[in-house]
């Protein structure tokens, strides 16, 4: 059984669409958001009309992403959708230096180690973080998360664990806490000392609050110009967890961490 810890999608995350004196550029874009968001093929005009362009320039700026591989045509339905041109862009925008190809057999070794799923994070500006690579744990019972999913910088034990590593004051702990959405937020106090807990153990714990019945326990760490940049999480279902387990899973996550920074990520 697979349980997906998915977000809701954020405003600021939709597709754009219907959008008004777009430049060339622009609409090209706006017509590969609209395909990445819908499940199924649709047709020039359908496409023309909801990202807001004329039908023949629509048309002409899909041939134009078919013959770069962007977009695929279905000749038999006269249908279009995202093509595999877009797949090495993502990937490369997700993880610019392959640091989750390079540790990944390290995070893989650990989750069976401890039975838990590995989410490999990475800081994409000062106020999110991505998805950039995940490592399903073998259970009946599976968490999965979406690689490429964005969220906000201090959500979850991997924000508690960059919140203590950027030191991060409590008034700024206040201001930034308000800005996140949570399904059982906690309060200040507890994220503040669970922040200050995070600086004294060397790992963070979310029980809860990102999401229901499910227990995270994460580090963050610096990248090879040592830019805090990137974090790790082991996700695992609360009710499988007992203290001793979860001590046991942060100082595990503590000793990865200082093992990355003695070796190439120095």
């Known amino acids: 059984m697979d349980t997906s810890l998915e977000p809701p999608m954020d405003a600021t995350e939709a597709p754009a669409a219907s959008l008004p004196k777009l430049g060339v550029i622009g609409q090209a874009i706006a017509i590969l958001r609209f395909l990445a968001a819908n499940r199924r093929p649709l047709g020039v005009n359908a496409i023309a009309r909801e990202v807001g362009i004329a039908p023949s320039s629509c048309f002409k700026f899909l041939k134009q992403l078919c013959d770069e591989d962007f977009v695929l045509f279905d000749a038999a339905t006269k249908c279009y959708s995202l093509g595999g041109g877009a797949i090495m862009l993502a990937r490369r925008a997700l993880d610019p230096a392959n640091t989750f190809v390079l540790i990944q057999p390290m995070l893989a070794q650990f989750g069976a180690a401890h039975g838990v799923a590995v989410g490999f994070w990475r800081k994409i500006d000062e106020k999110r973080i991505v998805l950039a690579g995940f490592i399903e744990a073998e259970h009946l ?47 200040f106090e507890q994220y503040r000392e669970q922040v200050e807990r995070c600086k004294a153990d060397g790992y963070a714990v979310d029980q809860n609050n990102f999401a229901p019945g499910v227990t995270t326990v994460a580090v963050a760490f610096t990248d090879a110009e040592r830019g805090l940049g990137y974090g790790i999480s082991a996700i695992r279902f609360s009710g499988q967890l007992s203290d001793d387990e979860t001590l046991r899973i942060g100082r595990g996550l503590a000793a990865l961490k200082e093992q990355l920074g003695q070796s190439w990520l120095k």
């Not at 690689?147 to 590593?165: E, M, N, S, T, W």
């Not at 409590?170 to 399904?183: D, M, P, Q, S, T």
């Open 141 to 187: 019972m599976r968490i999965h998360m979406s690689v490429g999913q964005r969220l906000p910088l201090y959500v979850g034990a991997v924000g508690r664990a960059f919140a203590a590593d950027l030191g991060l004051t409590a008034e700024e702990i206040r201001a930034e806490l308000g800005k996140v959405r949570w399904e059982m937020p906690p309060s």
